[in-house]
C-alpha cells in the first residue's frame, strides 16, 4: 500500500482505511465495466431489472419462488389424494359389484391412448426445441432474479 496521503497525527495509521475503500470501489467499478457474467452466460446476458439493486432481485425472485413452491407442494399432494381416492374407490365399488370393469377394453384404450400421445410428441418436438431455447435465454437474462427464485421453490416445497 503505497503512502501518498501523509500520516494522520490523531490515528497514526494514515489514511490507509480511504486507500483500502479506494481500492475497493476501483474494484466494483471494474467489475461492472467487466461482465464477467458476458463470459460465461453469453452476450446478452444480464437482468432484464438492473435499475433493481442485486439484493433486490434476489429478495424479488426468492419470494416469488417460494409462494411457488408452497402452491405446487399443496397443490400436489391434493391431485395425488384425489387421484389414489378416486381409484381406492373404483377398485371398492369393483370389489364390492357395484361397477362391472371391462378390463380388456381399458387397455385397449389405454394402448390407442399412448400411440397418439407418442404420434403428438413427435411433431412437437420443433415447438419444444424453441421453447427450451427461449427459456434458456430468459434464465441469462435474469441469473440473479432466477437463482433467487429456485433458491426459494426449494424453500416452498420444504415448507
Do not use: H
Request: with cysteine; hydrophobic share 40%.
Amino acid at each position: 500500500i503505497s503512502t501518498s496521503n501523509p500520516p494522520d497525527p490523531i490515528k497514526g495509521q494514515g489514511y490507509v482505511e480511504e486507500e483500502i475503500y479506494d481500492k475497493v470501489v476501483d474494484l466494483t467499478e471494474y467489475a461492472k465495466r467487466q461482465r464477467w457474467w458476458n463470459r460465461l452466460f453469453g452476450k446478452n446476458s444480464g437482468p432484464v431489472a438492473e435499475k433493481y439493486s442485486v439484493a433486490t432481485q434476489i429478495a424479488i425472485g426468492g419470494v416469488s419462488g417460494w409462494c411457488a413452491g408452497y402452491l405446487f407442494q399443496k397443490v400436489g399432494k391434493v391431485a395425488a389424494t384425489a387421484v389414489g381416492g378416486g381409484l381406492l374407490l373404483l377398485q371398492i365399488a369393483n370389489n364390492s359389484g357395484y361397477i362391472q370393469v371391462d378390463w380388456k377394453r381399458v387397455e385397449k384404450d389405454v394402448n390407442k391412448a399412448k400411440k397418439q400421445l407418442k404420434k403428438g410428441t413427435d411433431q412437437a418436438v420443433p415447438e419444444l426445441n424453441t421453447f427450451m431455447e427461449k427459456s434458456t435465454e430468459f434464465v441469462k437474462k435474469n441469473i440473479v432474479v432466477t437463482g433467487g427464485f429456485v433458491g426459494g421453490f426449494l424453500l416452498g416445497l420444504a415448507s
